[in-house]
């Protein structure tokens, strides 16, 4: 399974700010779709946010349009998940994903994704 790599988690102070990152292999360039998604404890995995890297537009979980924001770098095919305002339900497992959507719906469905992250935990302190 092809992997990208996800990074900036770790222990985050409540009210702080929070970017992550996610460089895709070079292989999966054809996968033209990056998303986030995030694993409470105890929870299923949850769509964050997705954006078509060539044209940038984005999409958000109804949840979480106001607290997220996603971007992306076209020249190192890098994408980032920004939030602010961090609070102790954050705390999670974010996973970015490389993929094909072929309709508005898919982008918010796991199914969509060919390639995943490892993860990288984010807990969120008082």
């Known amino acids: 399974q092809v992997q990208s790599v996800d990074s900036g988690g770790g222990l985050v102070q409540a009210g702080g700010p929070l970017r992550l990152s996610c460089a895709a292999p070079?292989?999966?360039?054809?996968?033209?779709?990056s998303a986030w998604f995030r694993q409470a404890p105890g929870k299923e995995r949850r769509f964050v946010a997705a954006i078509n890297r060539p044209s940038g537009r984005t999409y958000y979980a109804v949840s979480e349009k106001d607290r997220f924001t996603i971007t992306r770098e076209i020249a190192t095919n890098t994408v980032y998940l920004q939030k602010n305002n961090l609070r102790h339900e954050d705390t999670a497992v974010y996973y970015c994903a490389g993929g094909r959507p072929r309709s508005i719906s898919d982008y918010y469905r796991e199914a969509a994704y060919g390639y995943w992250g490892q993860g990288t935990q984010v807990t969120i302190s008082s």
């Open positions: 070079e292989r999966t360039f054809g996968f033209y779709a």
